[in-house]
């Protein structure tokens, strides 16, 4: 695929473990600081089962998910919920916190 910002990158692999985890917790922190930890949950293990079609539709909402991330984050943070282990990694941290 090509990639016209070399900086952002095209593929999940290409953001390192640690970066995700980083990521996954910041999304995390701003849900339940919000008071969103329910709907979030919700709306995370309905979209599970077809999370890569979830990470698309992050295009859609992204007035609200850029309220979040700033710049590439955004698109880091797409791909990153492109897999199953992610997505659950996001509940988990989001029902450790509250």
């Given at each position: 695929?090509?990639?016209?910002?070399?900086?952002?990158?095209?593929?999940?692999?290409?953001?390192p473990e640690s970066e995700q985890h980083a990521?996954?917790?910041?999304?995390?922190?701003?849900?339940?600081?919000?008071?969103?930890?329910?709907?979030?949950?919700?709306?995370?293990e309905t979209c599970k089962p077809l999370n890569?079609?979830?990470?698309?539709?992050?295009?859609?909402?992204?007035?609200?998910?850029?309220?979040?991330?700033?710049?590439?984050?955004?698109?880091?943070?797409?791909?990153?919920?492109?897999?199953?282990?992610?997505?659950?990694?996001?509940?988990?941290?989001?029902?450790?916190?509250?």
């Amino acid at each position: 695929m090509l990639n016209p910002n070399s900086e952002i990158p095209t593929l999940l692999e290409d953001i390192p473990e640690s970066e995700q985890h980083a990521l996954l917790e910041k999304a995390a922190t701003w849900i339940l600081r919000r008071g969103l930890t329910t709907p979030a949950i919700i709306a995370l293990e309905t979209c599970k089962p077809l999370n890569f079609l979830g990470s698309q539709f992050l295009i859609a909402f992204s007035p609200f998910v850029q309220a979040i991330f700033k710049g590439d984050e955004y698109h880091k943070f797409a791909l990153i919920l492109e897999k199953d282990a992610n997505v659950e990694m996001l509940i988990e941290l989001i029902e450790s916190q509250s």
